[in-house]
């Protein structure tokens, strides 16, 4: 069974309370819920951290073992110089790693217009609540057949 995962950053835990006029009313429990149903033959590994040194290593772990990722890099996307330089290291060893956001953070302020992320993951879709997720992962699939 192919195996995802799915790693998303500060503030995420308190998805379906956290602002629901932004992000929605569904907890992450729901967007696990989402994706096995959208894609029953995958194995989902979806995580959660607050810590920036965390998912760097949660990177890490992505990149030796090359499995694929969804990366939701929360405020994380829009200063952190460390995390860009981790997933550098996952998609220079060929393995895809999807940018995605709930919301459209170009619609938002103007500190969120900025990622420095995007120029070295495989591609970003933002925008679509969970369906973010789910259609970043049927690009995995696709990428993976
Ligand atoms: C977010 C957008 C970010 O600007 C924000 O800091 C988040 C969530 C999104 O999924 O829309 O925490 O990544």
Known sequence: ???????????????????????GGGTL????EQLEADHPSVEVDLRQTDD???????LH???????PVILNPAAFTHYSYALRDAVAIVTKAGV???EVHISNPHAREEFRHTSVISGVATGVIAGFGF???SSALWL???RSN
């Open 1 to 23: 069974m192919q195996k995802v995962l799915v790693l998303n950053g500060p503030n995420l835990g308190r998805l379906g309370s956290r602002e629901p006029d932004v992000y």
């Open 29 to 32: 429990a729901d967007l696990k």
């Open 52 to 58: 920036e040194g965390q998912l760097i290593g949660w």
């Open 61 to 67: 772990e992505a990149a030796d073992a090359r499995t």
């Open 96 to 98: 895809p790693l999807v």
């Open 131 to 133: 369906d973010s997720y």
């Open 140 to 142: 995995i699939r696709r």
